[in-house]
Each structure stands twice: as C-alpha cells, then as structure tokens.
Nanobody
Framework: QVQLVESGGGLVQAGDSLRLSCTASGRSYAMGWFRQAPGKEREAVAAIIWDSGLTIDLESGRGRFTISRDKDRNTLYLQMNSLKPEDTAVYYC?????????????????WGQGTQVTVSS
C-alpha cells in the first residue's frame, strides 16, 4: 500500500505560479497528476515514469505545467505557471504499478486526498 499526501494548493491570482507536492510512502512504476473542477469529470494533467524520469504531458497540462520528481525525497511535483481561472480545481496525485494508458484513472492503484487550487481573475 502506498500512501500519497499532496500539499501546496491555495488561492492565487491569474498569471501567478504555484508548485504542488505529493509525498509518497513507497515506490511505484509511475505517478501522475489529475484535477477535477467543480461540476466536471476528473482529467489527467501529467505523468512521470519514476525511475527514468520520462514525463508524459497529458492534455490539460500541456504548455504551462511541468511534472517532476525527487527520487531521494520520494516526492512528486507539479509546477504550474501562468495560472488561469479555469485551472481552479482539486488536484490529485496518483501512483500506478505498471505501464499503460496514462489517461486512464482506473489504471492508477493509489490516490491522494487532493489539494484545492483556486485561481481568481
């Protein structure tokens, strides 16, 4: 069992930057970030293969968001730049034990509790 704890969310203004962190209690094949805005389905943001550091930019994260990890700290990060009000959502980190479809939430084995990001205009 891997426990994931997110942090770093908060209230920011449009154009600001924010870095989310997710500390894992164990190792996994890959980790990712998802987000869920009010009234919308959860969507994939980005993923990273832990050992190699290969990043997979998924649809909602392209261009402004960067995923990274610190292997020594067992921590996943999401650097978010030029934030927009439409980025307002609960952001979740997730971990998976195998390769596959990184968009598919069902393929992730462990989930954090989420951290709220609110971007004001």
């Amino acid at each position: 069992q891997v426990q994931l704890v997110e942090s770093g969310g908060g209230l920011v203004q449009a154009g600001d930057s924010l870095r989310l962190s997710c500390t894992a209690s164990g190792r996994s094949y890959a980790m990712g970030w998802f987000r869920q805005a009010p009234g919308k389905e959860r969507e994939a943001v980005a993923a990273i293969i832990w050992d190699s550091g290969l990043t997979i930019d998924l649809e909602s994260g392209r261009g402004r968001f960067t995923i990274s990890r610190d292997k020594d700290r067992n921590t996943l990060y999401l650097q978010m730049n030029s934030l927009k009000p439409e980025d307002t959502a609960v952001y979740y980190c997730a971990a998976r034990n195998r390769h596959g479809n990184f968009y598919s939430q069902r393929e992730y084995n462990y989930w954090g509790q989420g951290t709220q990001v609110t971007v004001s205009s």
